[in-house]
């Protein structure tokens, strides 16, 4: 009696185990999501220098945008950022 029990232990601390490894899939889809963010995350590094150098460039030149400008600036950024949202969300609708 105590051997069939062993067994069924066995087999059960087994397929606890074997659930809680990541399948190679798992593993590609995770480096996958790491690299879109490591890549995005450079996009904002690059974007926010270049709008750090067009600012310091303005204060030299004396061109600096009213505040008007400034608005409609956000604006478009806002815009921006929310159609790229509504593109990454259609992409992720569509890879599945």
Do not use: N, R, W
Not at 47 to 71: F, M, N, R, W, Y
């Amino acid at each position: 009696m105590s051997k069939p029990f062993t067994y069924a232990l066995l087999l059960a601390a087994m397929l606890g185990l074997a659930a809680c490894e990541k399948t190679p899939e798992d593993k590609m889809e995770s480096a996958k999501e790491s690299a879109s963010e490591a890549m995005e995350s450079l996009g904002d590094a690059a974007k926010d220098t270049g709008e750090a150098i067009e600012q310091k460039t303005d204060q030299v030149l004396g061109t600096e945008p009213t505040t008007g400008e400034k608005i409609q600036d956000a604006a478009d950024d806002a815009a921006d950022a929310i159609q790229d949202a509504g593109d990454e969300a259609k992409d992720a609708i569509d890879g599945q």
